[in-house]
């Protein structure tokens, strides 16, 4: 299969190409996942111009200079390269996926890829409709993230697929080392939370139920990782005036990336408070590093976690509910369970076990047959 992945978002404070590669990592090593059995390309948009080969995925870069909604040149190529198979990440690109179609032909399967996206509204949604007539298919972590988009008449539940677009790859390190690193307590269970600061990640619930877990747990210890937040003195003032999460949390702030293995593998529990997501990668890398993951019974998280055969889950925004959830877990922590989750991830969500779910989609009927209906149709 010939596959481009077609980035209409225009980044020019990029100009460093291996730099936004870096940035987009996550997508990225699923791309070279396929690339090791189908020809793959990205075609985008950020302050470069030119032309790479990495990892075996060919890179072509435009810059614009400005965003436009008609962005011909990058359209042109991908007519070039001729592609099976063309992957938008977003629905925010209608207008943009209607010109694509009528350069490229009724031939390559076009297919979006859920970030969370919402319907529009009025004209937007007007647009998504008619977009979607030309749409092959539509990837959801979960199929329920979807009904929004099914109820709202722009999208038909048959051209939705269950598969992840991203995925992350962490090297695997010892447990017991990265405690004495980070300093955390071998007897302490250890909780980790990574996330913005804001409403949606909604750490105020996290931290009361927490807070109540953590009075009668003396052992339980919580880590906070955080890439900046609108909600940053409401947490700190939240942690502050309360003499349980005073001694029991700690805002370790922003990291590196690289770091983060580390942070991951030292923690037992991986905790989140989302209230919306397409896909977290956050959990994913707990998932890779062995983390048990509590999270919030949102489609996306659900589908990761299997409906709770592989982690555990409350009602966002409800603290009662995260409390019953934490009682739940081991009083120490499971180096068993982490072995488990671990293995799970590696035969769901790792970028090999990803790469082979889309070609087993794409290279077996009826994604072989399906072709985009005639504009004569209009």
């Not at 992945?5 to 404070?13: A, G, I």
């Not at 011909?72 to 190529?77: A, C, D, P």
């Not at 003396?218 to 005036?241: C, D, F, H, P, W």
Request: proline fraction near 5%; charge should be neutral.
């Amino acid at each position: 299969m010939r596959i481009v992945f077609l980035n209409y978002n225009y980044l020019p404070q990029y100009e460093d190409p291996y730099k936004w590669i870096a940035r987009i990592s996550p997508f990225i090593i699923v791309l070279e996942e396929l690339a090791k059995n189908q020809e793959v390309h990205y075609v985008g948009q950020i302050g470069y111009e030119g032309r790479l080969k990495l990892n075996n995925v060919n890179y072509t870069f435009v810059n614009p200079r400005k965003n436009s909604l008609f962005p011909l040149r990058l359209h042109q190529i991908v007519q070039k390269i001729d592609p099976e198979i063309i992957l938008i990440p977003g629905f925010h690109f209608p207008l943009q996926v209607l010109q694509l179609r009528f350069l490229v032909g009724k031939s390559p399967k076009i297919v979006q890829e859920y970030h969370a996206d919402k319907p529009g509204r009025i004209f937007r949604k007007l647009l998504q409709k008619l977009a979607a007539r030309f749409i092959t298919s539509y990837h959801f972590t979960s199929i329920d993230s979807a009904r929004e988009w099914i109820e709202a008449g722009i999208i038909h539940k048959k051209k939705c697929i269950e598969i992840s677009s991203a995925s992350v790859s962490f090297n695997q390190k010892n447990k017991f080392q990265c405690r004495k690193k980070l300093n955390i307590s071998t007897t302490d269970l250890a909780f980790l939370w990574v996330g913005r600061l804001n409403e949606n990640k909604d750490p105020l619930t996290v931290l009361d139920g927490f807070e109540k877990y953590s009075f009668e747990n003396a052992s339980a210890k919580m880590y906070m990782i955080y890439q900046g937040g609108e909600m940053l003195e409401q947490v700190k003032n939240r942690i502050t005036t309360s003499p349980t999460l005073s001694k029991t949390v700690e805002l370790v702030g922003e990291i590196i990336h690289d770091e983060l293995a580390t942070w991951y593998r030292a923690a037992d529990v991986f905790i989140s408070g989302s209230h919306r997501e397409g896909g977290s990668l956050s959990l994913l890398e707990a998932l890779s590093c062995g983390c048990i993951p509590v999270v919030t019974k949102i489609p996306a998280a659900m589908k990761v976690i299997d409906d709770g055969r592989y982690g555990f889950y409350y009602e966002a925004g409800n603290a009662d509910d995260l409390l019953k959830t934490l009682l739940q877990l081991p009083s120490l922590p499971d180096e068993e369970s982490g072995v488990y989750i671990k293995q799970y991830y590696e035969d769901t969500y790792s970028p090999a076990a990803i790469a082979k779910q889309f070609e087993n989609f794409y290279s077996t009927p009826p994604f072989t047959e399906v072709t985009a209906p005639s504009f004569v149709s209009l």
